[in-house]
């Protein structure tokens, strides 16, 4: 990749753009490092949580009572895990002290919008990914029809039109569409890949949530 901007004349082109297409470059250029960035901080992040998962979920499967499943999550505290047993006990409790009953369905509904809550968060900077992946091919696509104006004004005022004259302010103006492409197509895999890693979390979650009501049911009933 790198002979491939640095030794066939690309980087060259790139020097010889005027202002307005440099700007298009440079904002580009800020979306890939932007993309690449939030790709990596979340592909860590989201590893890290799928771990937790897995953990956490072998822990429950094996407690004896409300107290372990509460020291499990006490345990597991600022984890996605740990928030949701957390946050699910808290409302048992809740519900407990109030009605001296567990209501079933109303845990259900509660755990469903925990899930929901959490998913919606791990969602972050998503959006930005999309977006980018949107934008910069028409980033690029004005970029070239901005030097394609430039070129075609540059042949007006030389009065020549041989191959010599211009294919290099053709070459200038495509230079900008093919960044924006390079921009786009890792920005769209990279939503796609993390939507997906979200998605097998989810499931996760929901595994997670029928163990715990499967163990509440069997504690007070």
Known sequence: MLKMLFGNGLWQLVLQADMISKVVLI????????????????????????????????????????????????????????????????????????????????MSEYMDAVIEDIVYRQESYLPVLSTCANISPLLGLFGTVWGLIQAFIGISQQQSADIASIAPGIAEALITTFFGLVVAIPALVMFSYLSVQINRLESQLLNLSDAYRCLVERFLT
């Open 27 to 106: 904002i580009l250029l800020i979306m890939s490092i932007l993309c690449w960035t939030i790709f990596f901080y979340k592909l860590i992040l989201l590893r890290l949580k799928k771990r937790h998962m897995c953990t956490v979920s072998r822990l429950i499967k094996q407690a004896k009572s409300l107290e372990e499943m509460s020291a499990i999550a006490s345990g597991y505290a600022g984890t996605i895990p740990g928030y949701f047993l957390t946050q699910n006990l808290l409302f048992l409790k809740d519900l407990l002290e109030k009605r001296q009953e567990a209501n079933f369905d109303r």
